[in-house]
């Protein structure tokens, strides 16, 4: 199984709001109408979704487009370069008992071969006594285009054998014949003899390449998954997602047809029933691109794109998965073209990559999170009457519910500002394509009975908790982008005893 490191979404970094700071200078906060004789700014923070890109640091896994809309890519290879042995090249003997023999290559779909290694051995007998010349002939076995034809010399009866190595020579074939013969003439008078036990042996061949008609042939199946390890704060998120998409790059250098089918396909969660994506296409199996004769040694590359259009993608993104499974197959030449001439050399290969591209671009509902602010107000335990004056600006298209709780330094919870989480704002509108085209504002003015005020007071901190869904809670789907930005003042008014 392979695996992905830990993949964490950059607009949950936004919503932990870590540029909370104490302002001492209550001019920054206007008072509540109730017109207390001090103001204090608490809280004083603004955050764009810009802003959390800069806190991952340099991600490959974030990609923005030129409209800022910000996305979730991930590539990584799930194949890694594999080559077939399409055609093997076996040893071959063939016994000599007459001076001339034709007769069909062993590999009936091979038409021509360019060795890497090879060795063809010429074995036999001869009981003439006087030196004699052998001269061996096959045509079909060519040096820089000139057929072989080499000739041995030998001085006296006896068992011989002699060894050509074929590592320069290619094998061209006509209509899948070859051709053997010999001739063996005494020297003195070049007359013909006669050879016993004649016998042609050819063994260890490799190629370069090798051209010829492969037929149909199923050659691959490739089965393995992907473990994709999320932030476990994510895992209970109720979202969408819009427009997902995987995209599955082959590339291939074998000069031959080739179909890729998926029998599985898809994302699984543990304990759950796994969710096939594979579009129809896939199943049914996808003609690669590949080079032709012409174009030996290049690779040829096939994009394939499982999308909302053509797959059940979108409902199974509409959890945190935990992975991804596959099981693909590979059928050379799956019309079985009998007239094709294709190609193979000794580096072809085939890969497969994966892109998932996941656009911040849904709908999100249910996801809580929590910041804590340091803060001191132990001065301000002279008033009688105080309150709060939270004051929000929202260019994020989604729904802000805030709870303050104030802690102590053992960080034990003291008391909370309000009764549950309370709804700040409303979602930035947006337009058809789900960018934002306008701003949800808010201000909430809240009073403090003497016990919270008392409680406010002694905190060392405050612990911010707020509770986000997207536009119509969550109905309506968005498009985060990089001009995404919320703005939160807070501060405490009182009037002194």
């Known amino acids: ?38 103001a204090v700014a608490v809280i004083n923070t603004e955050m764009s979704l810009q ?23 991930y590539e990584t ?23 001339a023999l034709t007769f069909p290559f062993p590999v009936p779909q091979v038409d021509e071969v360019s060795f890497k290694q090879g060795s063809l051995s010429i074995s036999f007998q001869s009981a003439t006594e006087a030196e004699f010349d052998v001269l061996v002939t096959i045509p079909e076995f060519q040096e820089n285009g000139l057929p072989l034809s080499q000739k041995f010399t030998y001085s006296s009866t006896g068992s011989y054998t002699e060894t050509i190595d074929l590592s320069t020579f290619d094998l061209v074939l006509d209509e899948g014949n070859m051709s ?38 199923s050659v691959a199946d490739f089965t393995d998954s992907l473990q994709v390890d999320f932030d476990e704060s994510l895992q209970d998120i109720q979202f969408s997602i819009a427009e997902p998409s995987i995209k599955i790059s082959v590339h291939s250098s074998l000069g031959v047809p080739l179909q890729i089918q998926a029998s599985d396909f898809g994302l699984y969660k543990e304990g759950e029933s796994p969710i096939q994506i594979a579009s129809e296409n896939l199943r049914n199996g996808i003609n690669l691109f590949y080079p032709t004769v012409a174009e030996i040694g290049q690779t040829k590359t096939t994009n394939i794109t499982i999308d909302y259009n053509n797959s059940d993608i979108e409902e199974a993104l509409s959890t945190i998965p935990d992975g991804i499974f596959w099981s693909l197959g590979a059928t050379v ?20 990559d994966v892109a998932v591209n996941v656009p911040f671009k849904g709908s999100l509902s249910g996801f809580e999170f929590s910041t804590d602010v340091e803060m001191d107000l132990e001065d301000l335990d002279v008033a009688d009457k105080a309150g709060i004056r939270l004051i929000t600006e929202n260019r994020i298209p989604i729904e802000l519910g805030i709870q303050v709780y104030m802690m102590d330094e053992n960080d034990q919870l003291i008391d909370s500002v309000f009764n549950g989480i309370n709804t700040l704002l409303e979602a930035a509108s947006v337009g058809d394509d789900g960018f934002v085209n306008g701003s949800g504002d808010n201000q909430i003015d809240m009073e403090l009975n003497p016990q919270q005020w008392d409680h406010l007071v002694s905190s060392s901190k405050l612990r911010v908790k707020a509770k986000v869904q997207t536009t119509a809670e969550g109905t309506v789907p968005v498009q985060f ?17």
């Open 481 to 497: 982008s990089t001009d995404n930005s919320l703005s939160i003042k807070m501060g405490v008014t009182g009037t002194p005893n």
């Open 51 to 73: 802003d959390a890109l800069d806190l991952v640091g340099e991600n490959a896994y974030i990609e923005i487009d030129n409209n800022g809309a910000i996305g979730l890519t």
């Open 180 to 217: 053997l013969a010999y001739q063996a003439t005494r020297r003195s008078d070049n007359q013909p003899i006669d050879l016993d036990n004649v016998e042609y042996s050819i063994t260890n061949l490799s190629y370069n390449n090798i051209k010829g008609n492969f037929r149909r042939s």
């Open 77 to 99: 290879n799930l194949i890694e370069r594999q080559q077939f042995d399409l055609i093997e090249l076996p040893d071959v003997t063939i016994p000599m008992p007459v001076k």
């Open 1 to 38: 199984m392979k695996r992905i490191i830990q993949v964490i979404f950059p607009f949950c970094l936004l919503l932990m709001i870590t540029g909370c700071e104490v302002i001492q200078d209550p001019g920054l906060i206007k008072s509540p109408d109730w017109d207390p004789e001090f």
């Open 333 to 352: 030449n799956p019309e079985d073209d009998s007239t094709f001439i294709g190609f193979l050399t000794d580096s072809s290969s085939v890969s497969v």
